[in-house]
């Protein structure tokens, strides 16, 4: 039996149908300060499921604490909800980027892509933000402008439109 004064305060609930420990584990397996936490066991059968079958896991993100809920068809993950996860150099948002990408997922537009799992990520490099707020406008517009064009950022490319080349 699980210590329940252990449960965060506030989790995000993310919603699959029937991958929620394969999605844990990856997320595990590709992010820093994540893990996968307990796994609940349906006592009984349930709509989408059977007595036995994994119902929820907890697991961590990016240290954010989460639920996933194998809640079955018909509630498909959309852009409206991401992680998005600060990178501090190209390095780490190409390895980042390849993990999603390279492992079923879809690549987007500016920074976005999407898993296997239908979960949507920003994998932003420090240096975008940091660009995307110059007090220099008009370098703000350029690394905006350039950003724009672009699947996977490319940090070089923003720091270029940024300087005004």
Not at 26 to 53: C, H, Q, W
Request: glycine share 10%; aromatic share 8%.
């Amino acid at each position: 039996m699980s210590d329940l004064s252990t449960i965060p305060a506030n989790t995000l609930c993310l919603w699959y149908d029937g991958t929620a420990l394969d999605a844990a584990r990856f997320y595990a397996e590709t992010f820093p300060d994540s893990a996968v936490g307990e796994i609940l066991r349906a006592p009984a059968d349930y709509p989408s499921g059977k007595e036995g079958d994994v119902l929820t896991v907890r697991f961590t993100v990016l240290g954010i604490p989460c639920l996933g809920m194998n809640g079955g068809p018909g509630v498909p993950h959309s852009m409206a909800f991401s992680f998005q996860v600060a990178t501090d150099d190209q390095a780490e948002t190409d390895r980042l980027w390849r993990a999603i990408v390279d492992h079923g997922g879809e690549e987007s537009a500016c920074g976005w892509c999407k898993d296997r799992y239908g979960l949507s990520w920003q994998i932003t490099p420090r240096a975008l933000s940091e660009a995307l707020m110059d007090p220099d406008r008009d370098a703000a517009k350029r690394a905006f402008e350039a950003m724009m064009g672009m699947v996977k950022i490319d940090i070089a490319a923003i720091e270029a439109a940024r300087a005004g080349g």
